[in-house]
Every structure is written in C-alpha cells, then in structure tokens.
Antibody, heavy 117, light 110 residues
Framework: QVQLVESGGGLVKPGGSLRLSCAAS????????MIWMRQAPGKGLEWVSF????????YYADPVKGRFTISRDNAENSLYLQMNSLRADDTAVYYC??????????WGQGTLVTVSS | QSALTQPPSASGSPGQSVTISCTGT?????????VSWYQQYSDKAPKLMIY???KRPSGVPDRFSGSKSGNTASLTVSGLQAEDEADYYC??????????FGGGTKLTVL
C-alpha cells in the first residue's frame, strides 16, 4: 500500500535552514504530483509547495516563495523541501502528500519543524 | 489568496445530519470543481473525505456527501456517529497553481 515517511524536522534558529525528505513507496512515484502541506500548532492546514511528476514544474504558496525549494528524485522515490531563511511563523508539522486533481489522498505522518532561538 | 470561510464549530446528535459550509469566491470555489474535504483527528494526519466537490474515495462511508452552489461548497454528514467528531477542512483550486484552504470546523457529536 502507499506509504509516505517524512524526516528531517527539528529545532532550528531563525534565519537557519533545514531540508525535509519524504520517502515514498507503494505507487508509481514518477507519475504522481506531490505536495508539501503544513499545520502550525493549533492552526489549520496550509499548502506549501507542489511539484509535477517529472520535477520540471513547481509551485509555491506566497509565504514561502523565494525561501523554500521543492524537488524530487524519481530514481530514489523521494521528495524534498529545502527551507532557507526560516522564521518563527514557519513552525509547523510538515506533511508530504500525493496530489491528484488538487486533492490529497495519501499523507505521511508529518515531521515537526520548530523555529526558535 | 484569502482563506475559504468555514464556521469554527458545528454539532449534532447521533443519527442527525449536519452540514458544514465553505465559502470562497468565483476565483476558487465558484470557478472550479476542485473542492476537497478532509477529516482530521487530533495529532493525526488528515484524511481525504470528498474530492472534486462530490466524489468519495473508496472506504469513505456514504454518510459523507459533498455539494456546491455558487461560491459555497458544503459537506453533509448524515446519520452522525461518535467517530465523526473531528476537525474538517475544505480546500479548493484557485487557479494559476494555487490552492486555498478553509480555517477548519470542529464537529462535535453531542
């Protein structure tokens, strides 16, 4: 069955960087758009970035544009999110998920990113 | 992109029906048939309940249904059960590679 496992979260100081990874299995990864979502503590869901199957088309939410970069390695069935210039309001649980016609059927368990001095 | 508007809370007794609204604009909900609904239990990953306004993924009970009228989408839960108590979020495609989410609705089963 579909499995998505995020890793790479942790505590980072404001202005710092972090790289999240998502290992995918159980489906044809190269054929699937993928998305990163996040949820700040006690808050609602927010999309962060998504990428097409080939990796050539990427999209970003306004709050992260210019600071975050999404990428994928289809040979390794992995999705990445490089996060730079992190701010306190980036503190959230980050989820990777599949994206099919703008809905997400399969989600990982999430990884917590805390930005604090 | 402004968030979609959901009521912060909704409630109903077991067996009753409850409807949660999700109001956007002609640039998102009203402009595309790409509205989704997610159920989320505390500290768990969200679960897709409805996609493309009215479609249910396999495994989702048919007590859950979706609809749309103009710029407002709705999720109806019929025959409420205790296990339906959770947070519910709507989302919509908003054009030009944009998505938008609602703020979430906490559903309480009385």
């Amino acid at each position: 069955q579909v499995q998505l496992v995020e890793s790479g979260g942790g505590l980072v100081k404001p202005g710092g960087s972090l790289r999240l990874s998502c290992a995918a299995s159980g489906f044809s990864f190269i054929d699937q758009y993928m998305i990163w979502m996040r949820q700040a503590p006690g808050k609602g869901l927010e999309w962060v970035s998504f990428i097409n199957g080939g990796g050539g088309a990427t999209y970003y939410a306004d709050p992260v544009k210019g600071r975050f970069t999404i990428s994928r390695d289809n040979a390794e069935n992995s999705l990445y999110l490089q996060m730079n210039s992190l701010r306190a309001d980036d503190t959230a649980v980050y989820y990777c998920a599949t994206l099919h016609y703008y809905s997400s059927r399969d989600w990982g368990q999430g990884t917590l990113v805390t930005v604090s001095s | 992109q402004s968030a979609l508007t959901q009521p912060p809370s909704a409630s109903g007794s077991p067996g009753q029906s409850v409807t949660i609204s999700c109001t956007g604009t002609s640039s998102d909900v009203g402009g595309y048939n790409y509205v989704s609904w997610y159920q989320q239990y505390s500290d768990k990953a969200p679960k897709l309940m409805i996609y493309e306004v009215t479609k249910r993924p396999s495994g989702v009970p048919d007590r859950f249904s979706g609809s749309k009228s103009g710029n407002t989408a709705s999720l109806t839960v019929s025959g409420l059960q205790a296990e339906d108590e959770a947070d519910y979020y709507c989302s919509s495609f908003a054009g030009s590679g944009n998505l938008v989410f609602g703020g979430g609705t906490k559903l309480t089963v009385l």
